[in-house]
């Protein structure tokens, strides 16, 4: 999961498509849009023309296939059971459970996928209190940081014959392993702390304001969002005929 | 289970607003309850927090779910309640927004996970009260979390069925639901939680055992923190270092 992070932060920083020009606040409500959208309509139909609406962002957006397959079929898999209490329910009433989490999903890859962290943060920390705001910018630096120290220990464990022996003896020696990472963790808080307190940290770590920055593709945002707004009322009201 | 991957419109929408406004209402508790923590403080918790992400890519996969190692119990022992909740709602925010669960679910995901790790210190310091040596109060603590998580997740998926209209009028999703509910299943995925359960408190015996070694000035202890000569939990002054 966490080499999917990688790539798709790479690939929300080096991306050059008109959607990853886009500012991050648009992009953004235009993703709640569509969540709502999909999580509150009920016909099958307007969650078809959604579906093909944002399969056509995330190609338009120059993301990976493969991402693109991963971020549809995820959801189905953890949304299993519930289709499959569902199934004696009819064709429509399953399709419409099933397109929801995809859409949801897929919505999510395309907002990820095309916005720098520091950009997607920054909006959505200035609605949170500020410990909490703060906490997710350096959360989302560590964890790269730390991944790295776990996969390296890891495979030394592996390499010493550590993750041999029985269950217990194992899930032991992994919890000292994660004991060396926590404590990596905190020297590193305690750097990290330094470098705020260098670098003269105020009490907020607000982000940059590019996120504020709309630009002239931010008119296809506003496009995309008349357009699923008009493709809902349609297809609603030829359904409900 | 302390962890829902639940995708966006599958839960009624009455339970997952609730969810929110919940999980907002404890955010607002939480950072009350840790008003005057210091970059120092938030720097820890957000390493923590990293570790937490880090762990929580290593899925083990059961039926339509998934069991993540999530250190909960660990990281609520480590952090105290308020601040371990606050860890767990920015660590649900991130995976979310990268599809692991959905938006709609973040409330309801946030109080499953920080309410098993908000449970962890008490437990652990009436362990430690108890004679129990750290690394045994650390596993029951990471067991005690555990149980109670998956206790709220089983009442969140039982008021999902009980909210939902669709199943709630239908017999043959009835039937579905049955089949799902009835004996064999059951049996097979209470086996899995317990292992699950009981792996997550072997990790965090390890861990506890480490750091009792190591750094026992980072395990909370039961002295009042104004008598402790070392051990309340707190990451020490940058001076130390």
């Not at chain 1, 790269?144 to 269950?167: D, K, N, V, Y």
Request: contains cysteine; positive net charge; glycine residues 10%.
């Amino acid at each position: 999961m966490l080499n999917t992070f990688a790539q798709i932060d790479y690939l929300a920083c080096s991306g050059r498509t008109r959607w990853h020009r886009a500012s991050a606040l648009g992009k953004l409500v235009l993703a709640m849009l569509l969540v709502l959208l999909a999580v509150f309509m009920p016909q099958w139909r307007v969650l078809a023309a959604l579906l093909v609406t944002v399969i056509a962002l995330v190609l338009s957006a120059g993301l990976p296939w493969r991402l693109l397959g991963a971020a549809m079929t995820t959801p189905l898999f953890f949304a299993g059971l519930f289709l499959l209490a569902h199934w004696g329910a009819g064709a429509a009433s399953i399709a419409t459970l099933a397109m929801r989490p995809v859409i949801a999903s897929v919505t999510a890859l395309w907002l990820v996928g095309t916005t720098p962290y520091p950009d997607l943060f920054a909006p959505i920390s200035r609605m949170l209190p500020r410990v909490v705001g703060d906490s997710l910018f350096l959360t989302y630096r560590a964890v790269f940081a730390l991944l790295s120290r776990i996969e390296r220990l890891s495979r030394a464990m592996f390499l010493r014959g550590a993750l041999t022996g029985p269950l217990p003896q194992r899930a032991n020696r992994m919890g000292e392993a994660v004991g060396t990472v926590v404590l990596s963790g905190f020297d590193r808080s305690q750097r990290l702390y330094q470098a705020m307190l260098l670098r003269g940290h105020s009490g907020r770590i607000c982000g940059c304001r590019h996120y504020l920055e709309f630009t002239r593709e931010d008119g296809w945002v506003l496009v995309l969002g008349v357009w699923s707004i008009a493709v809902t009322v349609v297809f609603a009201g030829w359904g409900a005929r | 289970m302390s962890h829902l991957h639940i995708p966006d419109g599958v839960l009624p929408p009455q339970l997952w607003i609730a969810g929110l406004v919940l999980a907002f209402l404890a955010l607002l508790a939480a950072v009350h309850a840790t008003r005057g923590a210091g970059p120092q403080q938030i720097a820890y918790q957000s390493a923590l927090g990293g570790i937490m992400l880090a762990v929580m890519a290593i899925p083990i996969p059961i039926t339509a779910f998934d069991y993540c190692m999530t250190l909960a119990g660990p990281v609520g022992v480590l952090l105290g309640a308020g601040a371990a909740f606050q860890v767990s709602l920015v660590v649900t925010l991130i995976l979310a927004l990268m599809g692991q669960g959905g938006f709609t679910v973040i409330g309801l995901n946030a109080l499953v996970l920080g309410a098993g790790a908000a449970t962890a210190r008490p437990v652990y310091l009436r362990a430690v009260a108890a004679r129990r040596s750290p690394a045994a109060a650390m596993a029951i603590a990471t067991a005690v979390s555990q149980v109670f998580s998956s206790l709220l997740w089983v009442v969140v998926l039982w008021a999902s069925v009980r909210l939902t209209p669709g199943l709630a009028v239908q017999q043959q999703v009835r039937e579905g639901l049955r089949f799902l509910a009835g004996g064999s299943v059951a049996a097979i995925v209470a086996v899995l939680m317990l292992a699950a359960v009981a792996i997550e408190s072997m990790l965090g015996f390890g861990l506890a055992r480490f750091l009792s070694r190591v750094r026992p000035d980072l395990l909370p202890s039961s002295v009042p923190a104004a008598s402790a000569p070392s051990g309340t939990g707190r990451p020490p002054e940058a001076g130390r270092f």
